[in-house]
């Protein structure tokens, strides 16, 4: 396998290590709602970050929109504003799934949309039927179903096992959550492949191929911050038990901690597509659509890894732990076929 082609699964495989991890300050916040918690954490990822690092890679930030028109625009955000639907729904999954699980069942269904979709959308299907690499490339989905349906089913068992001990672990909601998730996150894909031009008129601009997604980021990730500012603000001023004036009105101390708990988690969450747009850079354009299969992918592997560092499995048999186990390999494996795609 080229040494380029090794270096973008490289990069993807730290974009996937920052998704699967980004939660994790979060979990940590303390005294706050869910939905502040959230709110701030998307303020650092989805706004301040993709537009400051933008305003600094062009030359000119106004002129650089301006000249891509008012459709384009609208088309890329209203692709992030459905992936920002997904998103809410994650951030849910994970409070009643946990990382290990919630990530597995999510990112698998968004694995499968996001890759499959855009070719068809585009009229390309054929090339996931006709050609070597796509063969391997659908090949690598089927594998990664099969390790999703593994890890959901250690989830499974690790609910029976833990009984009424949380709250939080609900397996029917966290399920529908995720897979209503997986679907609309997919809405991110369209976005990168609706946002083709803004990519190009970076290129042309000469912003470093390592670099030029990074306008697109500002549309996808702006709609999408959009509808979770409005469910999180509006469940804020409806639900009476929740106060974002209580919130805010927590010791200094307490704001200040949990304030760098979502800015972390935030700056996590960016890296994941900083990382990402360094791998699809590597990857060569005939294979573009293998990008989001193998972040994807990887997204999987290290959410159940970091799941069990951070003791969400404490106290739960053998084999659960097993079942969990086996998934992540198999997703390795769903991985490594997608590889094989990129060599032929």
Sequence with gaps: MPVVILAGIGWHFVGAAFAASFYAPIEKVRKWSWETTWALMGFFSWILLPLSLSYFLLPNFHAFYASLGWKLLWKVALFGAMWGVG????????????????????????????????????????????????????????????????????????????????????????????????????????????????????????????????????????????????????????????????????????????????????????????????????????LDYVNWMLHMSLYVLCGGIVGLALGEWAGVGKRPIRLLWAGILVIIAAANLVGLGMAS
């Design 87 to 286: 998103n809410v729904s994650y951030g849910l999954t994970m409070r009643h799934l946990g990382i290990s699980l919630g990530v597995g069942v999510a990112i698998g269904v968004t694995l499968v949309f996001g890759t499959i979709m855009p070719k068809i959308v585009q009229g390309k299907y054929a090339d996931l039927f006709s050609t070597r690499s796509g063969h391997w490339n659908m090949a690598g989905i089927l594998v990664a179903l099969i390790g999703v349906a593994v890890i959901s089913y250690a989830g499974h068992q690790k609910e029976m096992q833990m009984g009424a001990e949380t709250k939080e672990f609900k397996v029917a909601l966290g399920l529908a959550l995720a897979v209503m998730c997986g679907i609309f996150s997919s809405g991110f894909n369209f976005g990168l492949y609706a946002a083709d031009p803004i990519l190009k008129a970076a290129l042309k601009l000469g912003v470093s191929p390592l670099f030029a997604r990074q306008p697109c980021f500002v549309l996808i990730m702006g709609g999408g911050a959009i509808v979770n500012m409005c469910y999180c603000f509006s469940r804020l001023a409806f639900k009476k038990s929740l106060s974002l004036r209580a919130d805010l009105g927590q010791p200094g101390t307490v704001i200040a901690k949990n304030t760098a708990l979502a800015a972390a988690g935030g700056i996590m969450w960016f890296l994941q597509f900083f990382f990402y747009s360094w791998g699809e850079a590597h990857i060569p354009q005939r």
